[in-house]
């Protein structure tokens, strides 16, 4: 078995040992409200439990990471599979360096789910080590993104402790009209969640049944000599096509639940014959988010965010609030190194220039003002608790954008990240 061979292995290995550490946690937290059992020792007792597995879900991640490097020959972190595998992986480092300080174990129930899904995420795309192109031949590569990522991942972190203090604080059973807006944020915030969750799962179940259309289109320019040059691309949709490229044509087409041909064509501004295939598969994600929402819904028969809410009772908000700054304070420096003053070093050797308002460069800076001011709201008066948790919600949200939505969505010298 090559090393290659191996760290496949690892990664699905840690992937299900993830879940049993996640299940583990809902035990170690869900336990003492449904056992007779002294609450404080079934806790602490689980709580051990869960994060030894959770440690060993990480040892197996960090041998997957350290085999792909030495198997591929170059840091894994070059495109979107490699980069939301590493990720995921310090998430698990940033709620383990959390969890010893605070030691509070149902940090661990919505870390952990972070982790898995960003994980989950991450093996949607192609898994082939593919050679370094050359602005990314430089060990600036290794220090730029490695500590924008963990910087990141505490902001993950601290998103997770902010959405428990909402969870904890949000009166799910009043009907005053505050209440019921804060109600309204928290569902969409998890209604965000399944939609992600949904994307996962229509690209996996269709990838399993083998699903393939194809389109072709023409595009054509005009060169310097005033002469057309006509060019033919392919396209392949793995779920079926609800939204075909711009002014292309049918190659072959297989249909689904009587959908025998696209609804509508993706507009042509949206360049590019992919960006029909992106349209398609956020329509998706979208449909099978929604359904999987209305069948949680049907099976709890009352919204998602009050049916986890009764779960963090006995917590004190205080303490989440402070989880949630302390560790965005750490990951806040981490992120301007990687993300901004090395990416700034690395971009004058690469390209000659510190910053040419590359569409990534500029929503990682959005991202440094945001939490530039986050931290200093945070330390003035009154902007605590409710208010601080949902900058801290808000700002994660545009972390994935500047993540997820400019690698593979806004054309930019980031967009050899990958595609799907």
Not at 43 to 72: M, N, Y
Not at 79 to 107: C, D, Q
Not at 258 to 278: C, D, Q, T, V, Y
């Amino acid at each position: 078995m090559s090393l290659l061979d191996f760290s496949r292995d690892a990664f699905i290995v840690t992937f299900f040992v993830y879940c049993a550490a996640f299940i583990l946690y809902a035990v170690a937290v869900m336990g003492t409200k449904f056992s007779n059992r002294d609450p404080g020792v079934h806790g602490r007792k689980w709580g051990r439990i869960s994060f030894t597995v959770s440690s060993l879900g990480l040892a197996a991640h960090l041998t997957f990471f350290i085999t792909r490097w030495i198997g591929g020959g170059h840091i894994p972190v070059s495109n979107m599979y490699e980069f939301m595998s590493f990720l995921s992986m310090m998430i698990m480092v940033a709620f383990t360096v959390v969890y010893l300080i605070f030691r509070k174990t149902i940090l661990g129930l919505f870390a952990t789910p972070i982790s898995i899904i960003i994980m989950a995420y991450a093996a949607v795309f192609p898994q082939q080590v593919q050679p370094l192109i050359p602005s990314l031949q430089s060990y600036w590569l290794n220090i730029h993104v490695t500590l924008a990522a963990t910087g990141e991942s505490f902001f993950a972190v601290g998103f997770a402790a902010a959405f428990m203090h909402l969870l904890r604080t949000v009166n799910f059973n009043s009907n005053v009209k505050s209440d019921r807006r804060q109600q309204r944020w928290v569902e969409f915030t998890l209604i965000c969640v399944v939609v992600v969750i949904g994307f996962i799962a229509a690209v996996f179940g269709f990838r399993a049944a083998g699903y393939e259309s194809v389109f072709t289109q023409e595009k054509t320019t005009i060169d310097k000599q005033g002469q057309a040059i006509t060019d033919t691309s392919k396209v392949s949709y793995s779920l079926p096509p609800i939204v075909a490229p711009y002014n292309s044509e049918v190659e072959s087409f297989k249909p689904f639940l009587g959908l025998k041909e696209p609804l509508f064509h993706a507009p042509s501004w949206m360049s590019g014959i992919n960006a029909g295939r992106k349209l398609n598969t956020v329509i998706w994600s979208v449909i099978v988010g929604i359904i999987l929402y209305g069948l949680i819904r049907l099976v709890m028969r009352k919204s998602i965010g009050k049916t986890i809410s009764p779960l963090l009772q006995g917590l004190d908000p205080d303490d989440l609030d402070e989880i949630s700054y302390r560790a965005i304070a750490i990951g806040f420096p981490i992120f301007t190194l990687g993300a901004l003053i090395f990416a700034m070093i690395w971009a004058q050797i690469a390209w000659g220039r510190f910053w040419g308002w590359d569409p990534k460069e500029v929503w990682a800076l959005i991202s440094w003002l945001y939490y530039s001011a986050y931290l200093h709201l945070r330390l003035s008066r009154g902007w605590q608790g409710r208010n601080s948790s949902w900058l801290a919600v808000i700002g994660f949200l545009v972390i994935m954008f500047t993540l997820v939505g400019v690698n593979l969505v806004i054309a930019g010298l980031h967009s050899y990240a990958g595609t799907m």
